[in-house]
C-alpha cells in the first residue's frame, strides 16, 4: 500500500484548508481504514480523523470535532480531510495511514495500529 498526502500550506487562523491521501498498491483489506495524524514540533504523533472504506463510518479527535471533517471518493481511492475554522495549535506536520481490516475491531486512533503511512504535509496556520 503507497499511500500519497498532499494540499499543506500557510493559511491565517479561521481559514480552511483541504488535504487529500491517495492511496495505491494493494488495498483492499490492508487498507480498510485510512486514518489522520498530525505531529507538531516537539510534540508526538496524534490521531485526528479516520474513516473505514466500506461503511464511511468516521471518528474525530475532540480538538477537531466540529472543524475537520474526513470523507472518501470510492472511484479514486482518495481519502479527503476538509479542515475549517483552523487554530495557531493545528500547526503541524499532517499524516496520512492505513490499517489492516482485522484491526477494525478495534477504535481508529490506535497509532500504533497502522502499518501503512505517507509522507507528511504540512500546515501551518497563522495567528
Known amino acids: 500500500v503507497q499511500l500519497q498526502a498532499s494540499g499543506g500550506g500557510l493559511v491565517q487562523a479561521g481559514g480552511s484548508l483541504r488535504l487529500s491521501c491517495a492511496a495505491s498498491g494493494q488495498t483492499g483489506s490492508r487498507a480498510a481504514t485510512l486514518g489522520w495524524f498530525r505531529q507538531a514540533p516537539g510534540k508526538e504523533r496524534e490521531f485526528v480523523a479516520a474513516i473505514r472504506w466500506s461503511a464511511s463510518t468516521t471518528a474525530y479527535a475532540d480538538s477537531v470535532q466540529g472543524r475537520f471533517t474526513i470523507t472518501r471518493d470510492n472511484a479514486g481511492n482518495t481519502v479527503y480531510l476538509q479542515m475549517n475554522s483552523l487554530k495557531p495549535e493545528d500547526t503541524a506536520v499532517y499524516y496520512c495511514?492505513?490499517?489492516?481490516?482485522?484491526?477494525?475491531?478495534?477504535?481508529?486512533?490506535?497509532?500504533?495500529?497502522?502499518?501503512?503511512w505517507g509522507q507528511g504535509t504540512l500546515v501551518t496556520v497563522s495567528s
Open positions: 495511514a492505513a490499517r489492516a481490516d482485522y484491526l477494525s475491531q478495534y477504535g481508529p486512533s490506535n497509532i500504533l495500529h497502522y502499518q501503512y
